[in-house]
């Protein structure tokens, strides 16, 4: 069989266009006194569009290896290493703490070591942590699903986790402008904390992309750190302020693994052959 070519360009095109379309109508109804949670449901559909447009890109490939490995990724548990999955999270806790120690230097206070009384947003009445649930797992099938691999089916992993991070970032421009969201209420914050959001997306996705590598392209992998990631943003009790300080600690935690971890961000020999078989023999050693 003919391996299978990706189409980062098509689909990432499409995902814009779909998730674009809902998140603007989202905006200008949800400054309407009779939005009656129609924005609510309009950001989930345009939430939902990559998953959507990945899993029918996949289903209508006509190609079995890409079917395979999408059900690989998400169900495979025995692709997760369970130390690099420690790593991760122990890892990122880290970078949390951290932060918040550095912007004792801002003059932010210790009372950040304090959970939140509740989650920033939620989506239609939807509980705020199955939403976070809900939106971890589908990005995750979108971005993980087709996205990424995508991008890396010509690039070395390094150059594709600047590419994905910069989509990423700009994928959720939209958001800004939605009452209710965490990203409507940066905006009102001012242009700093918009900035500092859409930057700190580029390294996040390097240490996402490391988590994808290290656990065998497992989605599941990314699903728990998305999810783990998620959640110490909105409980811990962190300032705008100090999210601007986490967002340098974020870069220097990504400076390092890529120096830990040169030879997979720089290797070049999965490019044309991720769905390989040899090619995942050699990620499980």
Known sequence: MEPYRYRPLRFYITCFVVTWIFWIFAAVISKSPNDNGISALLMLFGLTAP?????ITILTSGNKALKADLRRKLIGFY???????????FGFMAIVFLSILLSLLIGQSLEQFSFTEDFSFSVGGTSALLTILLAAIIEEVGWRGYGEDSVASYFSWFTESVIFGVVWALWHLP?????????YGLKELGVLYVLNFLIGVVPLGFLTTWVYVKNNRSMLACIIFHLFVNTMQEKIAMTPQTKCVETITIFFAAAMIVLTNKEMFFEKEHIGNLLDDKQ???REK
């Open 79 to 89: 692709c997760i290493k369970p130390l690099s999955m420690i790593a991760a999270i």
């Open 51 to 55: 998953a959507v447009i990945a899993v």
């Open 175 to 183: 958001l800004f402008w939605i009452e209710g969201t965490y990203h």
């Open 280 to 282: 995942e023999q050699r």
